[in-house]
């Protein structure tokens, strides 16, 4: 994971990043709090010496694994008429507010308060009843699944990898909610040995053959018999 602050003109917020997100999925998730439309984002990238670098998809199709030391994300709307600029400039400055998160969350003249009352991203019904029927399928897709069986990953835009499911749970080191399956796997497809970020989930195994996904994409049972040399994929999770 990556830990960076991330700033605009209206917030100043530190999250964590998988280093395999790509930029459009970076920009998505950078609008659900600051209210700033991708199409309309310019990203720059401070670095721990201070130096600036501006983020374009065309080049850094994955930002993180081209530059993975990042201490900050600035945020730029270029559509004056935004809501964002249109706040921005109500409260008769340009420069760049530095707010925790409870600080921010009681602003009257937030992007967040704004995104409140017009149902926005996170607010709208909408959105929370896809994320609880994810939850479910998720938690559907556990109850199917049995530790050191056979498995087959298939993830969005990945090739199927196998092997054995070590571990369902939580991983501290990302939050206390989401779960988690720990996979080794047959060949070295995978980013870890079985722990992250210091701390041992299963194994240890061979290094680049454990992997940490989500539920759903995991099926687990004897049919799944190690893959043929042709239907390897150096892919990586």
Same mark, same amino acid.
């Given at each position: 994971?990556?830990?960076t602050s991330v700033v605009s003109s209206l917030c100043s917020?530190?999250?964590?990043?998988?280093?395999?997100?790509?930029?459009?999925?970076?920009?998505?998730?950078?609008?659900?709090?600051?209210?700033?439309?991708?199409?309309?984002?310019?990203?720059?990238?401070?670095?721990?010496?201070?130096?600036?670098?501006?983020?374009?998809?065309?080049?850094?199709?994955?930002?993180?694994?081209?530059?993975?030391?990042?201490?900050?994300?600035?945020?730029?709307?270029?559509?004056?008429?935004?809501?964002?600029?249109?706040?921005?400039?109500?409260?008769?400055?340009?420069?760049?507010?530095?707010?925790?998160?409870?600080?921010?969350?009681?602003?009257?003249?937030?992007?967040?308060?704004?995104?409140?009352?017009?149902?926005?991203?996170?607010?709208?019904?909408?959105?929370?009843?896809?994320?609880e029927s994810n939850k479910q399928l998720q938690q559907q897709?556990?109850?199917?699944?049995?530790?050191?069986?056979?498995?087959?990953?298939?993830?969005?835009?990945?090739?199927?990898?196998?092997?054995?499911?070590?571990?369902?749970?939580?991983?501290?080191?990302?939050?206390?909610?989401?779960?988690?399956? !720990?996979?080794?796997?047959?060949? +070295? /497809?995978?980013? *870890?040995? $079985?722990? &992250?970020? !210091?701390?041992?989930?299963?194994? +240890? /195994?061979?290094? *680049?053959? $454990?992997? &940490?996904?989500?539920?759903?994409?995991?099926?687990?049972?004897?049919?799944?018999?190690?893959?043929?040399?042709?239907?390897?994929?150096?892919?990586?999770?």
């Amino acid at each position: 994971m990556v830990r960076t602050s991330v700033v605009s003109s209206l917030c100043s917020v530190t999250k964590e990043w998988d280093e395999n997100i790509s930029y459009l999925q970076l920009c998505q998730r950078i609008e659900s709090f600051t209210g700033i439309e991708p199409c309309y984002m310019r990203l720059s990238f401070e670095f721990d010496d201070g130096k600036k670098l501006e983020i374009l998809e065309s080049s850094n199709p994955y930002p993180f694994k081209t530059y993975p030391h990042v201490s900050m994300i600035l945020v730029e709307d270029l559509n004056e008429n935004s809501v964002v600029n249109q706040l921005q400039n109500s409260n008769g400055t340009e420069s760049n507010f530095h707010l925790s998160d409870e600080e921010y969350a009681k602003r009257t003249d937030s992007v967040l308060q704004w995104k409140m009352k017009n149902n926005y991203g996170r607010f709208n019904s909408d959105s929370k009843r896809s994320q609880e029927s994810n939850k479910q399928l998720q938690q559907q897709r556990i109850a199917e699944l049995q530790i050191d069986q056979r498995c087959s990953v298939e993830s969005e835009g990945q090739l199927e990898r196998r092997g054995w499911l070590r571990f369902i749970g939580r991983i501290g080191e990302i939050n206390d909610q989401d779960i988690w399956c !720990g996979v080794e796997f047959d060949d +070295p /497809v995978g980013k *870890n040995d $079985g722990s &992250f970020k !210091g701390h041992i989930y299963f194994g +240890p /195994v061979k290094t *680049n053959h $454990g992997g &940490f996904v989500k539920p759903l994409a995991v099926k687990t049972g004897p049919e799944f018999l190690p893959m043929t040399k042709n239907d390897q994929s150096d892919d990586e999770i």
